[in-house]
């Protein structure tokens, strides 16, 4: 496998160690390396598009850029604007993300939100998540590891199977991984939201988004949660549209119902 050219995003931000791993993978990959990563850590953007503020774009050398931004507007920047020569990627990376992003979370991630992102314009791209057990331990041997097999893999499938997914990575010794497992999404991970309140210098109080988390409470076999937990390398297909085509089926498509008649308010009485 040997691309023209990728583009690499993430939600952690253009200084994440991350970003340096699958940058080194797009090398590999292909001829050319465009780097489009948000200034700040981004995470849980999910698709959001910056539409009240200015993008500003910084040179971080050759082919590598940050954008004040969401995971979203870097892929935007890096399609719409003049700084690829209006070229289009042959593959979106996203990631790779610290930390997983299985089960509920995959609805509010910056990552894989930038690779929905780059479906919308028809782009093949993976999300890439490692997995960890002590956040201030950077730890992405399993993903050095394995990331190729698993990008070339997808790739080869993408006319049969699509050409968006979520990839996670777990923890451990990467000898010890078992393989590739396609799997699905199950919810079930964050129990409640929790808001941890704190007092600034001045006495005024400020909230923390948190969550109840119970993870080791999915447990579907073909859930992404499980495979992690039996020592696979977990890939969901993703896709753009959001309708519920089951339950649309269920009502009727295109079935109609009455709304009844007319709310007074509506007629402009009283």
Request: glycine share 10%.
């Amino acid at each position: 496998m040997k691309l023209k050219r990728i583009v690499v995003t993430n939600d952690d931000g253009i200084d994440a160690p991350g970003l340096a791993v699958a940058e080194r993978l797009a090398a590999e990959l292909a001829e050319e390396v465009w780097v489009f990563a948000p200034a700040t850590d981004q995470s849980g953007m999910a698709q959001a598009l910056s539409m009240h503020h200015p993008l500003r774009v910084g040179e971080h050398g050759a082919r590598r850029y940050s954008v004040t931004g969401t995971p979203a507007d870097c892929v935007m920047v890096a399609l719409g604007t003049e700084l690829m020569d209006g070229a289009r990627p042959d593959l979106v990376l996203s990631g790779v993300n610290w930390g997983h992003n299985l089960s509920d979370s995959v609805m509010y991630s910056g990552t894989v939100g930038a690779a929905v992102a780059a479906a919308h314009f028809n782009l093949p791209a993976i999300a890439l998540s490692q997995a960890f057990t002590d956040r201030a331990a950077f730890d992405f041997a399993v993903t050095e590891t394995w990331a190729r097999a698993a990008v070339e893999a997808l790739w080869a499938a993408r006319e049969a199977h699509g050409c968006v997914w979520n990839v996670n990575f777990p923890t451990g010794d990467p000898a010890r991984i078992q393989g590739l497992r396609f799997t699905r999404q199950v919810g079930g991970s964050m129990a409640s939201p929790r808001l941890v309140e704190q007092q600034d210098s001045r006495g005024q109080s400020y909230r923390w988004i948190a969550f109840e988390r119970g993870l080791e409470a999915v447990d579907h076999a073909h859930s992404d949660a499980v495979a992690l937990r039996e020592g696979y390398v977990s890939a969901m297909p993703l896709k753009r549209e959001r309708c519920d085509e089951a339950r649309l089926e269920a009502v009727g498509v295109g079935h109609e119902w009455p709304l009844g008649d007319t709310p007074a308010t509506a007629r402009g009485a009283g």
